[in-house]
């Protein structure tokens, strides 16, 4: 599944929820025009949550009105974020991860950051049972998950979905603080076993990014339409 080059930003700024999801979105379609595979690494401005597109919060207890919420386009269950790291991998239709099915580039992807974290230090394996979980994403690992080997603890979760060819997937890792840093070796470790060559993203292209990101925040990531909360959802 190695790509030929990849376009990688290590965001230091730390945005809301909304914001993070929309730059998300954003990424995903400059990777998607420009046929370019693109990653972003990225910490949080604080507390949150993230939930996947087609998640029913019905099935939620009530959400303390304080974490602010928005709702992924990826797909997957409800995720806690603020003592993890985050990342954004967009891979175009031609690549040869979008090629796969989704089960496969899950594995693949979850194979090449359980070997950079252990060739980091931090001990690690890939759940091998299917299992079905239950409650908020980090509670319970399922099927090519990466946990801790002795505890079973989950450390990295991940959602994808593919739209006209293209590929977004969304990870989030919890690896303990000394490796939970957006210079850890891991991430290039990770990264160069996806592509052959690891560039910079373009300055110029960032700013256009969060330009558009506005517009996504404005139309979709910062409204209760798009996040489908509703009064009973939280906590009064």
């Known amino acids: 599944m190695i790509e030929e080059k990849l376009e990688l930003w290590i965001d230091t700024n730390l945005r809301p929820v909304a914001d993070q999801m929309a730059l998300d979105e954003a990424i995903f379609h400059s990777s998607a025009r420009d046929e370019r595979t693109r990653a972003r690494f990225y910490h949080w401005d604080q507390d949150a949550v993230t939930v996947g597109y087609f998640h029913d919060f019905e099935k939620e207890p009530h959400l303390d009105e304080k974490i602010p919420i928005s709702r992924r ?12 790291i985050t990342f954004l991998l967009a891979f175009p239709k031609n690549s040869s991860i979008s090629k796969l099915t989704g089960n496969e580039r899950y594995y693949q992807i979850h194979l090449a950051l359980s070997d950079a974290l252990t060739e ?81 993203l373009d300055e110029n292209l960032r700013k256009e990014l969060e330009e558009d990101a506005i517009q996504l925040k404005m139309n979709r990531y910062g409204t209760e339409d798009w996040n489908r909360l509703s009064s009973k959802t939280r906590i009064n």
Do not use: Y
Request: proline share 8%; charged share 20%.
């Open 73 to 84: 386009m990826t797909g997957g269950g409800l995720v806690e974020h603020g003592n993890d």
């Open 120 to 200: 980091s230090g931090v001990p690690v394996k890939l759940v091998e049972t299917a299992t079905t979980a239950k409650g908020p994403c980090f509670s319970a690992p399922v099927l090519q998950d990466i946990v801790c080997p002795d505890s079973g603890e989950k450390l990295v979760g991940g959602a994808q979905r593919r739209s006209g060819g293209a590929i977004i997937h969304q990870g989030s890792v919890r690896v303990p603080e000394i490796h939970r840093h957006l210079q850890a070796q891991w991430i290039p470790d990770f990264l160069e076993k996806i592509a052959k060559q690891i560039l910079p």
